[in-house]
């Protein structure tokens, strides 16, 4: 069985091009928000392995909602998405318990090695 994978982005483009690079690579994406107070709600119902996090959201941004995914699970493992030029944003993300990060537009084989590095497989 995949590890299960939680994606959140406001757009569905995104979650689309995200979820067929992790499924391509035996990934099981469970759940798909669309801002974080949905990501955060799919996180305690789906207890997903790993969940990626779009930054800029209407709603709830991302950062908010790895604090909020965060106090539910320590132990979370969240990977940011990011648009080019978000470096700030970024390092807020991974001082609020982000793990790794990747860049919009997504290259398959550095989403997937970043996966793999949080997953352990």
């Known amino acids: 069985m995949g590890k299960k994978i939680l994606v959140t982005d406001d757009a569905l483009f995104m979650r689309v091009t995200l979820k067929n690079i992790l499924t391509q690579h035996g990934y099981e994406v469970v759940g798909e928000a669309t801002n974080g107070r949905e990501s955060v709600e799919l996180y305690k119902n789906l207890q997903p392995d790993l969940v990626t996090m ?5 709603e709830m941004d991302g950062i908010s909602a790895v604090r909020e995914i965060k106090k539910i699970d320590p132990n979370a493992r969240i990977v940011m998405v990011t648009a080019m030029g978000q470096k700030n944003l970024v390092v807020e993300a991974i001082q609020a318990g982000a793990k790794d ?7 398959p084989e550095r989403v997937i090695e970043s996966v793999q590095k949080l997953l352990g497989n």
């Open 54 to 58: 779009d930054i800029t959201m209407p």
């Open 101 to 107: 990060f990747i860049v919009k537009p997504f290259q």
